[in-house]
């Protein structure tokens, strides 16, 4: 019950029903006072009127008059009587003279006798008048009326709050125990997450409620901490995995080294030793960098870049190397095409794909490189002639660390397409393979919308 | 060259709080030749103000700190000390942080020592770079106007990428110049290579400049890079 109140949604609901009983109680009570306010005055203005116009008749037709109106008083709310000069009563239905001035006003007594009866108080007016025969005249009338009125407007007040109050909190209780049911779900579910379910998420009902915004909002969130969460993991598996052999390889040597006899023999076990150690900080920085190009911060600084001026500057750089290798390389440019990316990103995935095709290219073969559009998407092409992949080996060349048995012997971290096909996927381009008979065609191509 | 007079007047300061990684490096610059002086941060940054260092070695993060922080409010003074920022923070953002806040380059760990010692040389180097239109190690001239480079009184043709190649190794004659340095000063390519390119544009550079019969002006520096030959 503590917890029914605590809700939010019944904590509305009865400050709901407060000021709406406020604000209905205060109109009643104005119309109440305005009704009773309009009566008295008209009575007063009777009263008074009466008083004056009844100065000039005879006694004898007074008592007639007061008699017809007492007998047709059938509410029994006027009041009449006469008194003589020395305010004895002489006849009527009131038979002492109130306390107020004699002056033909009207005056208001709280609480007045009521004729034939024993101990009945109303309130009344009552206007008293001295007569030119020295007589004094009362009339009087009873505020009974408005105090019905004031009866009826509480008994409509009553009436018309309590079944506004009752649907109010009814409604209240309602979306309380709704909104407390969903919380409770939430809060179920955000449990279990910390508890590492970390699949689940918080449900989501019709849908265009504040909490089910910030539901999807949570989801969302919780979908790019669980990405990054994986991605953690994952660059920390892959630097375990690829440090440990490193590091066995390099115990073993140095132990071998501790057994040489002479200063030769062990200055060749460090060198080896030094070698597999700067082979495995490389592997390292190229798992951070690709940790970093495929987790980093999203809003990256974009800029307009033109992938012919990037393709241009690479093949220059790159052409020596072909060349010492007898390597015919090949630029077909477009200029300029444009992207929206990171040009030192860009410039790192180009240079990945030529160095490869540089790489696994033998003597004498070719490495042509094109930048084109193609229906409106831009296409970065470079084609070899080298030693392709073995069809069995193609869905694997992108995954992390896979070397293709053929290019075994040529030295590298096998991170070098993982990398590119990340800064690919940043700048919304696929990186494809197809064969090229022989020899790869890796191609990056935009995405089509 | 531990015997180059010029370094035994500079005092490098060593901002380190990983007590091997400082004895390392202050091994291997003092073999070089150079006076090395391990310091907290503060002292560090005192000694700069005044102008007590010739450059200073500052690891990104002392004690959990950011120095960054000290080097941003040193470069709000108007103190112009070389620093070179070594960090195992490696993001291209993070480079990006540290030659921001004033750091005049940027070193990853882990690296090998050469690699920081041949950072060091440059950066001490470019102190005392002089605004100059011509550029010569033994008969080797270069001219940074014309762009023309002669030796001797041959004229020897370079392409563009070639005659800036040079000019790196011109401006570092008797450095230790590493292939990151190239690939990054000459090509502007902030990435490893898995390639032995740069090999290749230097022996390019050589068959053009060298001499018949004659050693190669740049020499192989094993397992750390090239360097121009000074005295040649």
Partial sequence: ?449 | MANDPEKHVQTILLVEDETEMATEILAELETRGYLVRHASIAEAADAARVGAAAMMIMDRIVFGEDSLVTLEALRKEGVKVPVLVISALSSVDEKVKGLKAGGDDYLTKPFAMVELAARVEAMLRRLVDVRTTKLRVGDLEMDLIEKTVHRGDAKIDLLPREFRLLEYFLRHPGRVITRAMLLQEVWQYHFSLETNVVDVHISNLRKKIDNKGVPSLIVNIRGAGFMLNANA
């Avoid at chain 1, 009563?89 to 609480?111: E, R, T, Y």
């Avoid at chain 1, 892959?238 to 057994?259: F, K, M, T």
């Avoid at chain 1, 094109?370 to 992108?398: A, C, H, N, Y």
Wanted: glycine residues 6%; neutral net charge; contains cysteine.
């Fill in chain 1, 1 to 449: 019950m503590l917890e029914f109140f605590r809700s939010s949604a019944v904590r509305v609901a009865l400050a709901f029903v407060l000021v709406t009983t406020a604000a209905t109680t205060a109109i009643f009570g104005l119309v109440y006072f305005q009704i009773g306010e309009a009566n008295e005055a008209r009575n007063r203005l009777i009263l008074e009127t009466e008083a004056a116009t009844s100065v000039n008749r005879s006694v004898d037709e007074l008592r007639t008059a007061f008699e017809v109106r007492l007998t047709n008083d059938l509410r029994r709310i006027d009041y009449a009587a006469l008194f003589d000069a020395d305010h004895k009563f002489m006849f009527g239905n009131v038979d002492a003279l109130p306390a107020i001035p004699v002056d033909g006003k009207s005056h208001f007594i709280a609480a007045a006798h009521v004729p034939g009866s024993v101990d009945r108080l109303e309130p009344a007016i009552f206007v008293v008048r001295q007569r030119p025969d020295g007589t004094v005249m009362l009339l009087g009338r009873s505020l009974l009326e408005t105090l019905a009125y004031g009866r009826i407007v509480q008994r409509a007040l009553v009436a018309g709050l309590a079944p506004m109050l009752l649907l109010a909190l009814g409604i209240g209780a309602y979306f309380a125990r709704r909104s407390s049911r969903r919380l409770t779900a939430i809060h179920d579910t955000i449990a279990r997450i910390m508890k590492g379910d970390t699949d689940l998420r918080l449900p989501i009902g019709s849908g265009r409620d504040p909490i089910d915004k910030i539901s999807r909002d949570v989801n969302l969130m919780l979908d790019e901490i669980v990405r990054l969460l994986v991605q953690l993991k994952g660059v920390g598996d892959n630097i375990a995995h690829d440090l440990r052999s490193p590091l066995a390889v390099v115990h073993a040597q140095l132990e071998r080294g501790l057994e040489s006899s002479s200063d030769e023999q062990l200055r060749s076990v460090v060198k080896q030793a030094l070698a597999h150690i700067d082979k495995a900080t490389l592997t390292v920085a190229a798992l951070l960098r690709l940790a970093d190009v495929e987790y980093g911060p999203k809003s990256r600084n974009f800029q307009q870049i033109d992938l012919s001026a990037i393709c241009a500057d690479l093949f220059e750089f790159y052409e020596p190397l072909a060349e010492s290798k007898s390597i015919k390389m090949t630029l077909e440019t477009q200029s300029p095409v444009q992207i929206l990316g990171d040009s030192d990103l860009m410039r790192e995935a180009v240079s990945n794909l030529i160095g490869n095709a540089i790489k696994f290219t033998p003597e004498n073969g070719t490495v042509s490189i094109s930048v084109i559009r193609e229906d409106g998407l831009p296409v970065v092409r470079v084609r070899d002639s080298g030693i392709g992949v073995e069809p069995g080996e193609r869905d694997k060349i992108f995954q992390r660390f896979y070397r293709t048995s053929s290019g075994h012997r040529v030295p590298g971290s096998g991170l070098g397409l993982s990398i590119a096909a990340a800064i690919a996927n940043l700048h919304e381009l696929d990186l494809r393979f197809t064969d090229n008979n022989p020899g790869a065609v890796f191609e990056m191509v935009g995405r089509r919308r």
